[in-house]
């Protein structure tokens, strides 16, 4: 009844063009702005901030990155950590070697020496796909990390080879409180997903998707195969080193190699598998069901466990937790193998009929 | 059917009420919060658990000896599998019910202690870091709220040297020696503190790292065998331990030529070992066994009256539990000695437990008192030096329990500490620190 198109024509190309062209779609994307934007900040405490909304909004940016390279164009990687820690060490030597850098530019900085590096780690694309395609990315995870701990001048020869990120400031303003680091993320992710949006449904996007169908035919169509793959890994990795550059500066404040392992990757892959492969909506609902459903496990566990007089120590806690966590992957994988964002569409595709449904 | 769910839910909903209702009154009295970022499973579980196990044994201990002066302690722990994102979150969840009286937090994690100094100096809670790194720390006009006590990794290391330079009649001049370590933060710390060491010395010093998690050192190993070195420092952890003694075996090394740092010399990394690991030493900054009596009062106490928090009470007198008995003892001491200067039988807020930790004195007579003789060296921290001691031990795994072969032994505090300094103000650069006068604390 409330969510159907009926009776909104587009007469220009402009209104037919729109990222979000169903006016319903437009409002409800404008709402949850109006919400993230003024609302959250209003009403959330600091463990929501430093704990739960920063990292869901970064690992959210990780995934919609990696999103765009294997749910779009179809090449499966097990490297993102390893380009968000790219990003990250690129954005803090820009921060720290050159003076009054700007904060944002060592952010983009940071994504686009993670491009760099993807492209360089994309290139055996050009001959192998699937699962070899996977290994050959494996070696940028390894490769990066042992890298970023074998050369000193990479951590500013920090003597640990930890790197402790300076302040995060802007035009005199010091972004300190959880606060505003939140809302600092949240605009930089508000705008890297709706150009992920739009990129996706423009020429660019749909030579990806061409590409992911079958390679062969979109060659034949005139599509550069070449310039289309290795496009998905810069963009794609750009994607990951900025979501990389905020984990280090707005979220944990220091980081060492180690903290980006192939764990970390399998994380963001589990993202997307879970929230929908090829899907910018599956990339959030991903990222929101791998990190938060372990802490609502975490703190609604012992809590339930007192209430029915349970003998859970902390230790079976965590144990019981990881059971429940793998269950429902599964459940969700059999249930809905492409996952939370098509959940979404079939509720959406409901709506259209209600309360009618033929 | 329906109603009779609906019954059960009232049932629920007023026992649920119930129960919430009860809950404030124990409240009541003056209590000090200690959150335990805790990890207890995952890859490092087995040695999470003596230490968090003899840490929690210890305060329950005072709370059933009647408190500090009274004051209840209270504790919570979250789960961290020592993985720093997830020591963030615990931190996060606990801090705002820390923030009225809180204990020192531990959370014998090298990277969650670096995640956490900018967020627990932001929101004034002490953290403790007790033998783990960010060892600049030691600088407390950088660092105030963060305290590496006891010792660090460098000081250990020129302590181990210090040691091998008395059983060689003083000097080492000639010598090789070879430093392998866990490539990570933890092993890179004593780097430094080494070369600063081998100039002074004289002794060739040759750097062999191993990629975590180091289940494989052959390569390693064979070229420990084509440099005949002197001694073998081996700064692992968990498997890599276990697996450099095995190695060492193979290859014909003497393991009573191989020096482990504190983390390479508990029963977990030399029993696996089996005989491989027989003469092999480590440094440790408490000794092991049940000979202390605290530790056999702890056991007396607490788990005679059944309130015991280890399930396998075989890990009781371990290196690793006896630590998390120290760390305890420290933690509990620096509240008494807040409370001494600000009111006895008070919680302390998080600026008097501060002052606590920045003016702890513990005498050989207070660790006597305590009962605590002999289990760790003596500490005296300033706003100067948050570490307090710098002093080890060496001990010799003899097959079956850890035998302390010297007295404390102090590193070169006159070259190590100034390595410190300079890193702290290197650190107080980049952050842009306003270090303080401590000159003017009192």
């Known amino acids: 009844m409330f969510y159907r198109e009926t009776g909104q024509f587009k007469t220009s190309y402009a209104a037919d063009q729109q990222i979000f062209p169903i006016r319903q779609d437009r409002v409800g994307v404008i709402l949850l702005l109006l919400v993230a934007f003024i609302v959250v900040p209003l009403v959330a405490g600091s463990y929501w901030f430093n704990a739960i909304l920063i990292p869901f909004l970064i690992f959210a940016l990780a995934a919609l990155g990696l999103n765009i390279l294997t749910g779009y164009a179809g090449q499966l990687s097990l490297g993102s950590a390893a380009f968000m820690a790219v990003g990250a060490y690129a954005a803090y030597n820009f921060q720290v070697r050159v003076e009054g850098m700007p904060i944002l530019v060592s952010f983009l900085l940071g994504g686009l020496t993670a491009a760099g590096v993807g492209i360089l780690f994309g290139l055996p694309s050009l001959r192998i796909k699937g699962f070899y395609l996977a290994v050959a990315t494996l070696a940028a995870q390894f490769f990066i990390v042992w890298c970023l701990t074998k050369f000193p001048y990479l951590s500013n020869y920090s003597s640990s080879g930890v790197i402790s990120v300076p302040g995060v400031e802007m035009a005199g303003f010091t972004f300190d409180t959880p606060q505003s680091r939140y809302l600092l993320v949240l605009s930089i992710v508000t705008v890297l997903a709706l150009l992920a949006k739009n990129m996706v449904r423009s020429t660019t996007g749909r030579a990806w998707m061409a590409v992911r169908d079958m390679d062969v035919a979109a060659e034949v169509i005139g599509i550069r195969l070449m310039h289309t793959k290795l496009l998905a890994f810069a963009v794609s990795s750009f994607y990951c080193g900025v979501a990389g550059a905020l984990y280090a500066f707005l979220y944990l404040g220091s980081v060492e190699p180690d903290g980006f392992s192939l764990d970390l990757s399998f994380k963001i892959l589990f993202m997307i598998i879970v929230g929908g492969v090829g899907s910018i909506l599956g990339s959030f609902l991903g990222a929101a069901f791998i990190l938060l459903l372990p802490i609502f496990l975490d703190i609604s566990l012992p809590w339930l466990s007192e209430l029915l007089h349970l003998p859970f120590d902390g230790a079976t806690v965590s144990h019981i937790q990881l059971m429940i966590f793998g269950a429902l992957i599964m459940f969700f994988l059999i249930v809905e193998p492409h996952g939370l964002a098509r959940l979404w569409q079939i509720g959406k595709e409901k709506l259209r009929l209600w309360p009618f449904p033929h | ?442």
């Open chain 2, 1 to 442: 059917m329906i109603n009779k769910f609906k019954q059960l839910a009232i049932a629920a909903s007023v026992a649920a009420a119930c129960l919430g209702a009860t809950l404030p009154s124990a409240y009541a009295a003056e209590e000090q919060f200690f959150m335990l970022p805790s990890y207890r499973v995952g890859p490092y579980g087995a040695n999470g658990q003596s230490f968090y196990g003899g840490f929690i044994d210890y305060l329950q201990y005072v709370n059933m000896k009647g408190g500090i002066d009274g004051v209840q302690i209270t504790w919570e722990e979250c789960e961290t599998e020592y993985n720093n994102a997830k020591g963030v979150e615990c931190y996060e969840r606990m801090k705002a019910k820390a923030q009225k009286a809180p204990g020192p937090i531990h959370t014998m994690s090298t990277g969650i202690s670096y995640a956490l100094v900018d967020k627990a100096t932001a929101d004034k809670l002490p953290l403790a870091m007790m033998g783990y790194g960010l060892t600049s720390a030691v600088d407390g006009s950088v660092f105030p709220w963060a305290f590496p006590l006891v010792t660090t990794y460098q000081m250990q290391a020129s302590a181990i040297i210090k040691f091998m330079k008395d059983k060689n009649g003083g000097s080492l001049a000639g010598k090789k020696i070879v430093h392998l370590y866990h490539d990570s933060a933890y092993g890179k710390e004593p780097i430094l503190a080494l070369q600063a060491e081998s100039k002074l010395n004289k002794f060739e010093l040759i750097e062999i790292p191993v990629a975590h998690p180091g289940n494989e050192q052959g390569a390693q190993w064979q070229r420990i065998r084509q440099e005949k070195p002197d001694y073998v420092i081996l700064w692992g952890w968990g498997v890599m331990n276990m697996t450099a003694l095995k190695t060492a075996q193979k290859m014909g090394f003497p393991r009573d030529k191989m020096i482990g740092s504190w983390w390479a010399g508990s029963e977990e990394d030399v029993i696996p070992a089996g005989d491989a690991a027989k003469g092999y030493m480590s440094a440790t900054w408490n000794v092991s066994g049940k000979a202390v009596p605290l530790i056999a009062d702890i056991e007396k106490t607490v788990y005679g009256g059944g309130k015991g928090n280890l399930k396998d009470t075989s890990k009781l007198g371990t290196i690793l539990y006896n630590r998390g008995v120290s760390a305890a003892v420290l933690s509990v001491e620096a509240i008494r000695a807040a409370q001494a200067k600000y009111g006895k039988g008070k919680a302390m807020g998080p600026d008097q437990v501060r002052w606590g930790l920045e003016n702890l004195n513990i005498t050989e007579a207070r660790l006597k008192a305590l009962g605590a003789t002999g289990l760790l060296p003596d500490v005296k921290t300033s706003c100067d030096n948050h570490e307090g001691s710098g002093k080890v031990k060496m001990q010799q795994w003899d097959g079956a329990k850890w035998v302390p072969l010297t007295d404390w032994i102090e590193g070169n505090k006159a070259l190590i500490h100034p390595l410190f300094k300079a890193d702290a103000a290197k650190f107080a650069k980049e952050k842009g620190i306003t270090p303080r006068d401590c000159s003017k604390e009192k």
